[in-house]
């Protein structure tokens, strides 16, 4: 690799960088909805058609940031799950729901750009799924380090799922070997619930109804880590 291809190969990733933060501040202001290729070119006083070497369409710089959001967020969950120990396996879950939380309400235009509506007339690609799924890794191995080491001890309190769901907790599981369909779709109910609490704070549905959040947030999480088996602390008791 001569010098001068490298230097140009490090032009074109401060570039790309560049484009994607301004896009990314663009997302604060007009919404994922309105991102604009040619709003970026004008912002970083380039030609519009310069622009387009780097993303060829607005589909290619939404698929962009939603891969770099995804990556964002299961780089903070990776970390969060690391730092604890491993068999704390309550203690997992919970510093995985607040690291979820923490980065959504960190970047709130980037999780609203994940997990808000769709935009209009984008249909994300498969190359988003590896990243869309590195939190998901995270959660489904703290579940099955709980099964392997026996401390996974769900509460016989919820319907067991129809044997038409059989298929679709086999596909889920490959991401938690070895828990059951119950299992399966308690932790689905469980990373759902995860997600749907973080919305609601993030679109403000707990304005004028919740204050003290991250007591009642801690308290909801540990909710759903009983459900799936995970134990309570004594304090909790």
């Known amino acids: ?45 380039m030609v519009s058609s310069a622009i387009y070497r ?5 589909d290619d710089l939404l698929t ?10 299961g780089e903070c969950v990776e970390r969060a799950d690391a730092a604890t120990d491993r068999g704390d396996h309550l203690g997992r879950w919970l510093a995985v729901c607040h690291a979820v939380r923490d980065w959504a309400l960190a970047n709130p235009h980037e999780y609203a750009l994940l997990y808000g509506s769709p935009v209009p007339g984008y249909q994300a690609p498969m190359d988003t799924v590896e990243a869309a799924i590195r939190d998901t890794v995270v959660f ?8 392997e080491a026996g401390a996974l001890d769900p509460p ?8 038409s769901l059989a298929e679709d907790a086999a ?14 779709f308690r932790a689905i109910n469980a990373w759902t619930g ?44």
Not at 10 to 28: F, G, H, P, S, Y
Not at 156 to 163: H, L, V
Not at 210 to 217: E, G, I, V, Y
Request: with cysteine; net charge positive; glycine share 10%.
């Open 140 to 147: 489904g191995r703290i579940l099955s380090d709980a099964n």
């Open 64 to 73: 962009a940031l939603i891969i770099d959001g995804y990556n964002a967020i």
């Open 54 to 58: 780097y993303f060829p369409s607005r």
């Open 194 to 237: 995860l997600f749907g609490w973080v919305s609601f704070e993030l679109f403000g549905q707990f304005n004028n109804t919740l204050d003290n959040r991250r007591t009642a947030f801690e308290h909801c999480m540990l909710n759903n880590a009983a459900l799936m088996g995970l134990g309570i602390p004594e304090a909790a008791r």
């Open 1 to 45: 690799m001569t010098a001068s291809r490298t230097a140009r190969e490090r032009v074109r990733a401060e570039l790309t960088k560049e484009i994607a933060d301004i896009a990314r501040r663009q997302l604060a202001t007009e919404g994922a909805g309105g991102l604009s290729l040619r709003a970026v070119a004008r912002e970083m006083g």
């Open 156 to 163: 016989g309190i919820a319907p067991a799922p129809p044997p």
């Open 171 to 184: 596909l889920v599981r490959s991401l938690m070997p070895g828990i059951s369909d119950l299992g399966v």
